[in-house]
């Protein structure tokens, strides 16, 4: 039997993996820096997906692009990081997104580079995201089954 059979691993649909929209912490494209490193500090999370007002992915924001936008555009200033807006920091790296109907391959291929992978529709909108700690745990089940 070949690794890849759905007989031996019935999830290769990658929403079987993906955090929903509405369970998900995320950053609007409109925000202030201050803004951003608020609701950053709550969610607990090193990098957050941006999104506009419509729901399509922009992008995403991490804690060292804030603190290079801090020291660089607001001169380590809380003040100047409320007139700023998120969209104007440079970011090093978004996490590239994949479609609802990229295969196992591709997740894992973005999941191999990135702690969590951006899932779109087919016309741009964020529908969620999927985390490699998800796909981490459910190999770990599936390799290491537990007596």
């Known amino acids: 039997m070949s690794l890849s059979s759905e007989k031996e691993y019935p999830m290769n649909n990658i929403l079987f993996f993906l955090t929903p929209k509405a369970m998900c912490s995320y950053l609007y494209d409109d925000y202030t820096i201050r803004q951003a490193i608020e609701k950053m500090e709550v969610a607990g999370y090193a990098a957050l997906p941006i999104l506009n007002r419509q729901g399509d992915y922009r992008g995403t924001l991490k804690e060292g692009d804030l603190l290079w936008a801090l020291r660089n555009m607001c001169n380590m200033d809380m003040r100047q990081a409320e007139c700023r807006r998120i969209m104007e920091i440079p970011r090093r790296k978004d996490n590239i997104p994949v479609r609802i109907t990229a295969s196992m391959s591709d997740l894992i291929e973005r999941a191999s ?27 770990q089940d599936k390799l290491f089954i537990q007596d």
């Open 113 to 139: 580079h990135q702690n969590f992978v951006p899932v779109i529709d087919d016309y741009g909108a964020f529908i969620g995201l999927i985390t490699r700690k998800a796909i981490i745990k459910y190999c």
